[in-house]
């Protein structure tokens, strides 16, 4: 039988930001993220990157969405990837990727990518090849389900982040298995596969299969399409800035929560939309002791 987790309440500490510190201080976050069509989910992770406090963010986006991501925010840099005729990632967008990764101190791959062949070649060999930290989300987690690569036990932390119907093609469970029992199939989960796992939903579940940590931020507004790409981008910033991976995890959480506390509480939970969140993450730090 497996020993109890430890029961994780304090949220961890603000990372410090030096007076003599400068934007290579707190860290490269690389963001891999959207297709034709989906070309806000990458945006959206882009500014949660930049709200988190990394200090430069990149947005790799498929070639032919490159100027829209560009033209959403002047604060993150872009970087054109190939695409296939659909304008999803080709297979080659990995090799692309190569010269990128070994500058960043995280990344994070997922939102609004798509489910293409030349996805799931990019999302299974980053994941069991990346040297640094790795937030997967949205489609870098349907790459991932049934595939051998959640059992390589990559040297670098692997954060996954999904939502219960996502957590059910990675788990093999029902979704009525994981909405009785979230904390306990969530924390094997993480156990057997060297993760550490956010189960979303009411009272978001984070654990590393020895630590578990319940969020209790965040409301029903927040049920709306792009949240989750904030969350991914303000993850990887924490990450970036050397937050340790389950701390990053619990912490994004409940920034990405009390962010969308904030909002609702001025703007309504029903008029709550996903690119309102970066605004209040901001917001958000200030509540966290110094």
């Known amino acids: 039988m497996s020993a109890a987790p430890e029961l994780v309440t304090r949220l961890p500490a603000v990372p410090p ?14 963001i ?19 709200r988190g406090g990394a200090g430069l ?50 990344v994070a791959i997922g939102p609004g990518l798509g489910q ?5 070649h990019v999302v299974r060999h980053l994941y069991t090849t990346a040297a640094c930290s790795l937030v997967v ?19 670098a932390a692997r954060i996954l982040t999904p939502h219960p119907g996502e957590f059910a093609r990675l788990s093999g469970l029902s979704l009525e298995e ?3 029992s979230r904390e306990t199939v969530a924390l094997e989960f993480a156990r057997r ?18 630590r578990l940590a319940i969020n209790d931020t965040g409301n029903p507004g927040m049920a709306t399409g ?19 991976p389950f701390e990053a995890a619990q912490l994004g959480a409940w920034l990405h929560g009390r962010a969308g506390d904030m909002a609702a509480e001025h703007l309504s939970c029903c008029g709550l939309i996903a690119s309102d969140l970066p605004r209040y993450v901001a917001r958000a730090w200030n509540e966290l002791p110094r």
């Open 57 to 106: 963010v990149y947005v790799a986006v498929p070639v032919g969405i490159q100027s829209i991501v560009a033209g959403y925010e002047p604060s993150y840099l872009t970087c054109d990837l190939p695409e296939d005729g659909d304008g999803q990632l080709a297979a080659s967008a990995f090799q692309s990727l190569q010269p990128r990764l070994s500058g960043m101190s995280a």
């Open 178 to 180: 994981i909405q009785s």
């Open 116 to 120: 293409s062949p030349g996805v799931q």
């Open 17 to 30: 930001r030096p007076v003599d510190s400068h934007k290579g201080t707190f860290g490269r976050t690389l």
């Open 226 to 244: 792009g949240c989750g790409d904030v969350l991914t981008g303000v993850i990887a910033a924490l990450l970036a800035q050397g937050i340790s």
């Open 193 to 210: 596969s060297g993760t550490i796992l956010l189960l979303k939903g009411a009272s978001t579940v984070v654990t590393d299969g020895r």
């Open 137 to 155: 989300d949205a489609d870098g987690l349907n790459a991932l389900a049934g595939t051998s690569a959640l059992d390589s036990f990559p040297t």
């Open 32 to 50: 891999i993220a959207g297709s034709r069509g989906m070309s806000g989910a990458a945006c959206l992770a882009g500014l949660g990157a930049l």
